[in-house]
């Protein structure tokens, strides 16, 4: 397997030393650059061309916007990834991260011993969709890019509801709906099938999966009560109840992407 080139920029030292550490440890992996500020890290990713780039939010001298700003004007192959850690979970900030071109947001703090696993699979999965055959491409600052990805897509979508990004249950919804796209019957055995899948893959259990997934939902219908978005879900819920149960929620997700894919010619 021909090893995947890693850029970290990060102006903590200890999470970009520890981070670093990991990834020299995975011999599918090289770092070619660990900087901490935005300038320097443009500058590698000029001369190194790297597959996949993790860099912060709150980088000094190019921040994570301009530095974004930057790689896109020198222009991103379909085969790049960008991943941005923030501490900060504003949906605002998160969506336009988004727009702009990144493929995944990981909040900090994150669990640095499991990022080789997560980026390579990143890198895997994605790439995998991108070069589906029905894969449609979009123009975005004068540069061909995949644009409507699968995790993006829900991902909007949950920010439109009002999911919290911060919560443990927006990134096990995200998983649920892929699981579901992948095979509709586990939706039919939600706590003995689904669950259980969604844990492995987050290193967790199927009971602290359902309930963050539960209080997740509790969390959007709480802080926002007007959201248009909520009456949405009206006509699936169960009689009496003010908010949809996990499975409720989960079906209606899976549908409104199913229904986006369409419209887009995806395959989903």
């Known amino acids: 397997m021909k090893k995947l080139k890693v850029l970290v920029a990060d102006n903590q030292v200890v999470v970009r030393q520890q981070l670093l550490q990991e990834l020299r440890k995975d011999n599918y992996i090289e770092v070619v650059g660990a900087v901490d500020n935005g300038k320097e890290?443009?500058?590698?990713?000029?001369?190194e061309n790297p597959n996949i780039v993790i860099f912060d939010l709150l980088l000094p001298i190019y921040d994570g916007y301009a530095l974004l700003d930057k790689m896109n004007q020198y222009g991103v192959n379909g085969?790049?990834?960008?991943?941005?850690?923030?501490?900060?979970?504003n949906n605002l900030l998160v969506s336009e991260a988004f727009n702009q071109?990144?493929?995944?947001v990981l909040t900090k703090p994150y669990d640095v011993g499991s990022m080789s696993l997560k980026i390579r699979t990143l890198y895997d999965r994605m790439n995998k969709v991108e070069n589906s055959?029905?894969?449609k491409k979009v123009r975005f600052n004068n540069i061909d890019r995949?644009?409507?990805k699968l995790d993006e897509m829900i991902a909007r979508r949950l920010n439109e509801i009002g999911i919290p990004v911060r919560l443990k249950g927006y990134r096990y919804i995200i998983t649920a709906v892929e699981e579901v796209l992948g095979n509709d019957g586990k939706l039919d055995a939600v706590t003995k099938v689904l669950y259980p899948d969604i844990a492995r893959k987050h290193d967790s259990t199927a009971?602290?999966?359902?309930k963050a997934i539960r209080h997740a939902i509790e969390v959007a219908w709480i802080i926002d009560e007007e959201n248009p978005t909520h009456k949405e879900f009206k006509y699936i819920m169960s009689t009496g109840k003010d908010r949809p149960t996990n499975s409720e929620f989960i079906a209606k997700i899976t549908q409104d992407i199913r229904l986006k894919c369409y419209k887009q010619t995806l395959a989903c």
């Open 146 to 148: 995949t644009y409507q």
């Open 79 to 89: 085969e790049q990834k960008l991943v941005m850690t923030t501490p900060l979970t």
């Open 101 to 104: 071109g990144v493929d995944y």
């Open 207 to 210: 009971q602290r999966v359902e």
């Open 133 to 135: 055959d029905n894969m």
């Open 41 to 47: 890290a443009y500058e590698i990713f000029e001369r």
